[in-house]
């Protein structure tokens, strides 16, 4: 069932564990969160970026917001990474939970500028918003930061900004990174908790392919309630198609498109037990 991300975030806030939130494409993506989540009686949310919510348009919002609906557990949708104030409220208008207003390539004063006034245009709509504040590197589907770009979360600034802001969830930069991570992650765990020391609402982690269970664990811990998960599902999803091309080119494409369910499923059943919010539905 729709429930607001903000329910969803602050239950998980309160009883330490996360809820993942996966970017999908497609039905098949919708099938497969919705599946391991309701096999696992868990909350979850579905995300989508702006790119792709353009293409899709109507008919992909209104598929995300229906499979939510109609699953047997509570489940949120969510616009990931938006910095255009037309694609937010288009999100906003069709009736999404919320929305990730993504200042953090502005300077922190435009940041804070942006995440205010999309707020106040979420909470009109009874929606929530997420805000960024650093800036995470790596690269996500056409959009790259490298190294150099990026800026770690500072805890005082952090706290600033989510009070005159009035964002709902805040989503720090601490070593995380978008897409693979091609050395050993390391996350500021140190700098995570001074963050969670000056700021009260759930946090958001970026990122979460290939970060190793443990380092879930310990961002858990620390108070992130929101992990964000597209490159494994994504790379799952390819695979299996890659792999479907070279052997079954005569199949049947339906029963291929429900063994892609069955193949994105697989990896965010891992996810949702990693997370905690296995039974927490
Ligand atoms: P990954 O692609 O590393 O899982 O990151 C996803 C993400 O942060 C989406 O906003
Ligand atoms: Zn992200
Ligand atoms: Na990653």
């Not at 969803?8 to 099938?31: D, I, P, R, W």
């Not at 770690?152 to 009070?163: G, I, K, L, S």
């Not at 879930?216 to 198609?241: D, M, P, S």
Request: with cysteine.
């Amino acid at each position: 069932m729709l429930t607001s991300t903000k329910d969803l975030l602050e239950k998980a806030q309160k009883y330490s564990y996360a809820v993942g939130a996966f970017n999908l494409y497609n039905l098949e993506g919708a099938k497969a969160v919705v599946n391991a989540a309701e096999a696992d009686h868990s909350p979850a949310m579905i995300q989508v970026l702006p790119h792709v919510l353009q293409y899709g348009g109507a008919p992909l919002m209104a598929l995300f917001l229906e499979a939510a609906d109609s699953a047997k557990v509570p489940m949120s949708v969510h616009l990931d990474h938006c910095e255009e104030q037309a694609i937010i409220e288009m999100a906003l208008e069709a009736g999404i939970q919320s929305v990730l207003a993504d200042g953090s390539k502005f300077s922190y004063p435009e940041n804070l500028a942006f995440t205010a006034q999309m707020t106040a245009l979420a909470h009109g709509k009874g929606a929530t918003v997420e805000a960024e504040i650093g800036r995470i590197s790596g690269t996500e589907d056409g959009m790259t930061v490298s190294e150099k770009e990026a800026k770690m979360t500072d805890p005082y600034q952090a706290r600033e900004f989510v009070e005159k802001s009035g964002v709902d969830f805040l989503a720090v930069t601490i070593g995380n990174v978008h897409g693979q991570y091609y050395s050993e992650p390391r996350l500021d765990f140190e700098r995570l908790a001074r963050v969670r020391q000056q700021v009260e609402i759930p946090l958001v982690l970026h990122g979460a392919s290939g970060l190793p269970a443990l380092m879930i664990q310990r961002a858990i811990e620390l108070g992130v309630c929101k992990f964000n998960v597209n490159t494994e599902v994504r790379q799952k999803y390819l695979q299996f198609w890659r792999e479907y091309g070279k052997t079954n080119s005569q199949g049947d494409l339906l029963d291929c498109q429900k063994a892609s369910t069955g193949a994105m499923q697989e990896i965010i059943a891992q996810k949702i037990r990693l997370f905690g919010s296995a039974g927490k539905a």
